[in-house]
């Protein structure tokens, strides 16, 4: 990737300037074109690499919280009448965070180029969603941009309290699996070694579980680099496997279907579905375009393909409820209310309901995770305990009764 400086004229003839980062100089030709922007001149930007790796390591990360901030200030402003220019303009300069302030500033240049709001979004992807992006668009065209920065900032404010629960409730049960590995690894490193030194001083048979446990412990100590290079090149396979289209779709479908957190990511889901679909509907867009931005908004693959599907099913002109019955992705509950609202016109009003019950769900589900998990944890520390109990202290025990029964 690279910095280009690009001169070009928008769809106004107007002059405008810029610098995008991209792969070659005819990417940013097609990134001209679909802003509406006819590139005149295009040149790289010298020594641009290093300066833009620079930029992204010394970057502050632009965390979720203050996405809602930013909507949440646009909400006021824009609804106060303060005009749009101005009011990015003054959130550049308040943000305390420089990579956000830098990102307004870009926006703050393009709609001086004579962008619109959607368009400047557009060009920042890793920031602002499709849904975002859409919804922004539907609030220029309509003249309620106000409400569709209210509209996003209460649909974000519900998707970071749903990441902090399951943050909050994965906490535990990531701290005792991580405890459980390193308890492991040093008990096969360095307890087990000692006392396979004082039996082999012994001279006499050892049970299945001590030779076990010896046997894993010697592979241990002779091969770990070997399977620490192992457990690095794995780890990035998977990473690079499921960084692919057919990786993320297998992975996202694998992750509903897993024992105990499965429903809550397929809950968690649901409620996405439902409360983008409600905010689309509310807002007049077209049914096949709204679920081409929900597609993109659930953030799961295989959630997307089978929301596409009802896409291509609405253009063939069938109704909504047969293409999510056909989807055979949701639940009796939510097929109901999607044919209840569709026949009185009240989509966005029920799928509201729906997103509601679901979040209430997961949040039920998310305060009883833990109480799940432990059982599982229980018989794992239980079972560890079992081998080594069985491993290290039953030759002792033999050893003991011999002594105490030299005849016997």
């Known amino acids: ?55 992204r390591l010394g970057a502050q990360r632009i965390e979720l919280t203050e996405i809602i901030l930013f909507c949440r200030q646009m909400h006021t402003l824009t609804k106060s009448g303060v005009p749009i220019l101005q009011a990015m303009r003054g959130l550049r300069d308040s943000t305390s965070n420089k990579a956000l302030a830098a990102v307004i500033g870009q926006l703050s240049e393009a709609l001086d ?22 919804l922004v668009q539907i609030g220029e065209a309509s003249g309620t941009l106000d409400e569709s920065f209210l509209q996003l900032a209460g649909y974000l404010e519900r998707e970071q309290e749903t990441r902090d629960r399951i943050h909050a409730a994965s906490r535990y049960p990531l701290f005792v699996v991580i405890a459980i590995v390193a308890a492991v690894f040093i008990i096969n490193i360095f307890v087990i070694p000692a006392f396979s030194r004082i039996y082999a001083s012994f001279h006499a048979p050892l049970p299945w579980a001590t030779r076990l446990l010896i046997a894993v412990s010697h592979f241990t100590v002779t091969y770990w680099y070997d399977m620490a290079a192992l457990m690095v090149l ?48 509310r807002t007049g867009v077209p049914l096949v375009q709204g679920l081409t931005v929900i597609s993109r908004a659930v953030d799961n693959e295989y959630v997307a393909a089978r929301v596409l599907q009802m896409r291509d099913g609405i253009e063939r002109g069938e109704t909504l409820t047969r293409t999510a019955q056909v989807a055979g992705l949701f639940p009796a509950l939510v097929l109901q209310m999607i044919a209840v609202g569709e026949e009185s016109g009240t989509v966005d009003t029920l799928m ?39 491993g290290v202290f039953l030759p002792m025990w033999d050893l003991a009764r011999a002594a105490m029964h030299p005849g016997g």
């Open 1 to 55: 990737m690279g910095a280009y400086r690009y001169k070009g004229r928008n769809p106004r003839g107007e002059a405008v300037t810029g610098i995008v980062e991209a792969a070659s100089s005819e990417a940013v030709a097609n990134q001209l074109f679909n802003l509406g922007i006819t590139p005149i001149d295009i040149h790289a930007i010298a020594g641009a690499v290093e300066s833009v790796w620079r930029r």
């Open 352 to 390: 509201n309901d729906v997103a509601e019950y679901y979040e209430r769900e997961v949040d039920y589900d998310l305060k009883n995770l833990s109480a799940a998990i432990e059982p599982l944890l229980i018989v794992a520390i239980g079972g560890l305990v079992l081998i080594l109990a069985l």
């Open 234 to 281: 794995v780890v990035a396979g998977v990473r690079a496997y499921l960084r692919t289209p057919e990786g993320r779709y297998r992975w996202h479908r694998l992750r509903l279907r897993l024992p105990v957190v499965g429903p809550i990511f397929y809950g968690a889901l649901l409620g996405r579905f439902a409360r983008a679909l409600a905010i689309t509907a």
């Open 113 to 134: 180029a004579g962008l619109d709001l959607a368009t400047a979004l557009k060009r920042h992807p890793r920031v602002f969603s499709t849904l975002f992006v859409s």
